[in-house]
């Protein structure tokens, strides 16, 4: 079975990017102690929709029009923000893949995240939908003229050395729950075929599926290894760790099913999509897995152009 799609730039810089790079810094702020009847002043005068309340540098929570119009309706005598502002602050952290940003906004339906830092919790920003869609443009058009410099044939590399048989070997070490490093191996992995002069579509589903990928074995295990090898007509993805293993692989393959603990949940994965978009990115993937020992998990992905695909 062929992938559903080809993968677009679009969903390549998603997963590439990260949520620091395009969100706003400018940020209109309030503190706890900022009366409601400020507030609607603030809200008139900067045309805004909504503001993080900090305390310092500390996100303490967030308040919007809808909670003034609240306040506004029910003639309630003038308070502190504090008394109104919602608490529980949904974040995104500025080191996030981009992807996180998005899955969120789909699942939430919010108009607009709070951005922290990872380490001391501070508001370094705001991101909506309209950061990341200007954001990707821009990216978009520095990344076009990149490509066209590189564009180049893979089979022109291989035709330029001589052998009876060829192939490429690269190998990534990938360190269990180091989210600061989410998305790394898969990042130099992209740089190093785009500039072997692979199709940019190939290059895509490379990437994508090697991130999925790599984010299980952050997320799930206490490391692993990647191991790629690319040849003149396809590209072998092998990823194995050492981790507690899968009781139930059919399970897993499930759109949706997720075994991540609430804390991995909390900074944004294991929404449980990940072999799912690997198997849509793959013209074979093969998931093997023993308790207590760990996972092997092979993908390859044809070079060839109109290459039919199937999943094991």
């Known amino acids: 079975m062929a992938p559903?799609?080809?993968?677009?730039k679009i969903q390549e810089l998603v997963y590439e990017m990260n949520v620091g790079e395009v969100m706003h810094k400018d940020v209109i702020t309030v503190s706890p102690q900022t009366s409601m009847s400020e507030f609607g002043d603030i809200l008139h005068d900067k045309r805004i929709s909504g503001t993080p309340v900090v305390d310092g540098d500390k996100l303490v929570g967030i308040i919007s029009l809808e909670d003034f119009i609240k306040w506004l309706a029910g003639r309630q005598p003038d308070c502190p923000i504090d008394q109104k502002m919602t608490r529980?602050?949904?974040?995104?952290?500025?080191?996030?893949?981009?992807?996180?940003?998005?899955?969120?906004?789909?699942?939430?339906?919010?108009?607009r995240f709070a951005v922290i830092g990872r380490q001391n919790k501070s508001l370094l920003g705001i991101i909506t939908k309209g950061d990341i869609v200007e954001g990707l443009l821009k990216k978009l058009e520095i990344g076009y003229h990149?490509?066209?410099?590189?564009?180049?044939r893979a089979s022109h590399i291989f035709e330029d050395i001589v052998g009876d048989k060829t192939k490429l070997f690269?190998?990534?070490?990938?360190?269990?729950?180091?989210?600061?490093?989410?998305?790394?191996?898969?990042?130099?992995?992209?740089?190093?075929?785009?500039?072997?002069?692979?199709?940019?579509?190939?290059?895509?589903?490379?990437?994508?599926?090697?991130?999925?990928?790599?984010?299980?074995?952050?997320?799930?295990?206490?490391?692993?290894?990647?191991?790629?090898?690319?040849?003149?007509?396809?590209?072998?993805?092998?990823?194995?760790?050492?981790?507690?293993?899968?009781?139930?692989?059919?399970?897993?393959?499930?759109p949706g099913y997720s075994t991540a603990?609430?804390?991995?949940?909390?900074?944004?994965?294991?929404a449980g999509?990940?072999?799912?978009?690997?198997?849509?990115?793959?013209?074979r993937m093969d998931l093997k897995s023993t308790v207590g020992k760990g996972t092997q998990l092979s993908i390859c992905i044809s070079i060839e152009d109109g290459a039919e695909s199937e999943t094991n």
Not at 4 to 8: G, K, L, Q, R
Request: hydrophobic share 35%; with cysteine; aromatic share 8%.
């Open 4 to 8: 559903e799609s080809n993968i677009t």
């Open 261 to 270: 603990p609430e804390w991995v949940r909390e900074l944004g994965f294991g």
């Open 146 to 152: 990149e490509e066209e410099i590189r564009r180049y």
């Open 88 to 111: 529980d602050v949904q974040t995104l952290y500025a080191d996030e893949p981009l992807i996180q940003a998005v899955n969120k906004f789909e699942q939430l339906g919010f108009g």
């Open 170 to 254: 690269f190998q990534y070490d990938v360190a269990g729950h180091d989210f600061k490093r989410a998305g790394e191996s898969a990042s130099r992995l992209k740089t190093t075929l785009k500039r072997l002069g692979l199709n940019p579509q190939i290059v895509r589903r490379v990437a994508i599926a090697t991130y999925e990928a790599e984010m299980n074995v952050i997320i799930y295990t206490y490391g692993g290894k990647i191991r790629v090898r690319v040849e003149p007509r396809e590209i072998s993805v092998e990823v194995e760790d050492s981790g507690p293993g899968i009781p139930d692989v059919e399970k897993v393959l499930q």
């Open 273 to 283: 999509m990940g072999l799912d978009n690997i198997r849509k990115c793959a013209s």
